[in-house]
C-alpha cells in the first residue's frame, strides 16, 4: 500500500476510536444518572440536588469505588418531607455501570447499601 493509503486508514481508525469513546462516555453518563433516578424513585425520594463528583468523592475513595463507577453528591427528601445529603456510588464493583448496585454514605449515618 502507499503512504497515502495507510494515511486516510489511519486517519479513518482514529476518527472511529473517537466516535467509539464518545459513544461509550455517553452511554456511562447517562447509565450512571438512570441508576439514581431508580434508586430514588424506589425508595421514594426526590432529587432536590445532585452532582457528579469525579474528583471529589467523598468516602468513595479510589479503591472502594473504582474509577468505572460514577459518584454523585445528592441533597434529597423522602416521603415525610426529611431533607438528607450524601453521597452515591453508581454500579457494580467488577461491572461498572452494567449492574445495578447503589451504595450510598449518607452525611450522618453510616454506610448503606442497596441492590
Not at 53 to 73: A, E, I, L, T
Not at 91 to 104: D, P
Request: a positive charge; charged letters at 20%; hydrophobic letters at 40%.
Amino acid at each position: 500500500m502507499s503512504t497515502s493509503a495507510w494515511t486516510a486508514i489511519e486517519v479513518f481508525l482514529v476518527m472511529v476510536g473517537g466516535f467509539v469513546a464518545v459513544a461509550y462516555m455517553g452511554w456511562f453518563y447517562s447509565r450512571s444518572a438512570m441508576l439514581l433516578e431508580h434508586w430514588a424513585k424506589s425508595n421514594g425520594y426526590e432529587i432536590l440536588h445532585s452532582e457528579i463528583r469525579n474528583f471529589s468523592r467523598g468516602p468513595f475513595f479510589v479503591w472502594r469505588c473504582f474509577q468505572k463507577r460514577n459518584v454523585y453528591y445528592v441533597k434529597i427528601r423522602d416521603q415525610n418531607g426529611n431533607e438528607r445529603s450524601g453521597w452515591v456510588c453508581c454500579g457494580g464493583l467488577w461491572t461498572g455501570q452494567s449492574e445495578v448496585k447503589i451504595e450510598v454514605q449518607w452525611e450522618d449515618k453510616p454506610l448503606d447499601k442497596y441492590l
